[in-house]
């Protein structure tokens, strides 16, 4: 098939190839031409993908486990997993996969089943999760952070038969384990690296495994697209997690869209997962593209920016998944002289920031970044397959961008009571048709599956997701992230994206990293722009008036922050997204938060330190914000 033959197939592509040659200067052009040929090259791959992704039969046998028993077929000598050091073939990793899913089997699991697995990164959570997809039933995968309230509350939501725990994550388990409400009938597995007898109530699950048998279980070919194969939960930042659902359908064509369309890794190769494995971009999007043909996954226990790109060379890792506030960490790092050294050639993750995305390619030569969007609960996806600076790409699936009203909260619509599109250039509300071949799978809340749903949105009758975040509409089928719902307030009657304010900010050299968030003023409508920032050097050399002087050209007033918070340091969840609910609690009193806090006053050119007098006299109303 020939490129023209193919971008036909494929919507929006040849309108935006056409559309890059038609707006770009001519000495842009090769970029055009070099992202062609890219496609070129990688047409049979692509056309592979596409074949995976127009799959409609959800009954069809197909899951993560007939990856698993392919490749060890396929490729049984060939890396599947790398971990410290130790790598595991493809044929090993199925054996010990098989060993863990006829345990399960025996122990009464079956399709359906959930059990609960806390366990940091390493092989076991990959191993534990491919034996219960062999079985069609469920790992609930919870994040290895939660402690007290929000674990009891994570485990209570997965229904679990059975938890498996690592280790290193006993003492946090067994903390909680007796407000489970569980019964004797469920088992407890830990699994140990170190410690001489197992607690009493818990079982050896790798102890266990060793003498059983290592055949591919008989019900691998029993379970369908359409089956559950894991939860993943949602961060919790704006209160306690929901579990999403997430189908083999949706892995599989992960492995086609991001793996095959996308990456095109191929057996051998290695893409390096800094990134925890209960988050969907490293259990999702990464462990199917790599295993779609074979590859491997090189695995950390948790990042580390210093020791990040010594990995990557450790590994010899072509690829590496990501999440924004990942790569500012590492542009955060001094400057090395093999900065370029490495073997990376691309990385496929969401949130880079266009504040960073040119630099962080060149400072570390990095060719292809496949920044995309989409959530763990939600039905569509975009990427960026032309390999375009400062978008999340193309998307082929019936979506919209509809106008949405920040300050009442809902979606404004016409006089016939519908959604209205926004127009090329504008941003608005992403929602998502769900229909059979893009299907809602939901959280394990049916509460919480009603309030995503807006229905007879364009036509009676119809169902649309609300994604809750805004994009621009770029045209030909891409958009770019602009901010989450959550995010966005409202000041001086003005919408205020901190995604874009934080850009700005993020651009000082002095600046680490920063989070914007919006807190209320007595006496005023709306929330004012608010800034915690983390500096590279010592807080006391805070200069107000130079930090105004770079903010209030580039951005419009309403979007200057009016405070400024100094920290040493941003409090992050497990997958590195800012936690701004204690923030927005906290406000700007100085006195309360124990943090030094600025604000820049109506009418004045620099940032000045709030003390209990200034405190009050803002809370009073003396200036005019």
Known sequence: MQLNSLVEHIPGVKDLL????????????????QRAQMIKKKLPSIVAGLKILGKKDKFEPLSIGTYLERNAEKYPHHPAVLFENASYSHRTFNMWVNRYANLLRKEGFKKGDVAAVLLENRPEVLVVVGALAKLGAIAALINTNQR???????????????????EELFSAFDAIKGKLETTASLNFWLIDRGRSECPAGYRDLAAETDLLSSENPPTTGTVFLKDPCFYVYTSGTTGL????????????KASAGFGLCGLSLQAGEVIYVPLPLYHNN??????????VNGAALAIRRKFSARHFWDDTRKFNAKAFCYIGELCRYLMNQPPRPDDKDNPIVKCVGNGMRPDIWKAFKERFDIEEVYEFYGASECNVAFINLLNVDCTVGLCPLPYAIVKYDVERDEPVRDENNRMINVEVGETGLLVAKITEKTPFDGYTNKEANEKKLFRNSFEDGDTWFNSGDLMKNMGFRHAQFVDRLGDTFRWKGENISTTEVEEVINKIDAVAEATVYGVEIPGTDGRAGMGAVVFKGNLDTFDGKAFAKHLKPNLPTYGVPVFLRLKSELEVTGTFKHRKVELKKEGFDPDAIGEPVYVLLPGTDEYVRVTKKLKGEIDKGKYRF
Do not use: C, Y
Request: net charge negative; hydrophobic share 50%; glycine share 4%.
């Open 18 to 33: 056409d559309e890059l040659v038609d707006r770009l200067p001519t000495d842009d052009l090769p970029a055009v031409q």
């Open 148 to 166: 007290e309230e929000a674990l009891v509350h994570s485990m209570k939501l997965a229904n679990a038969k059975g938890f498996i725990v690592g």
């Open 241 to 252: 997690p929901k579990a999403s659902i997430m189908t083999h359908f949706r892995w599989i």
């Open 282 to 291: 490293a259990l999702t999007v990464t462990w199917a593209s790599a295993s």
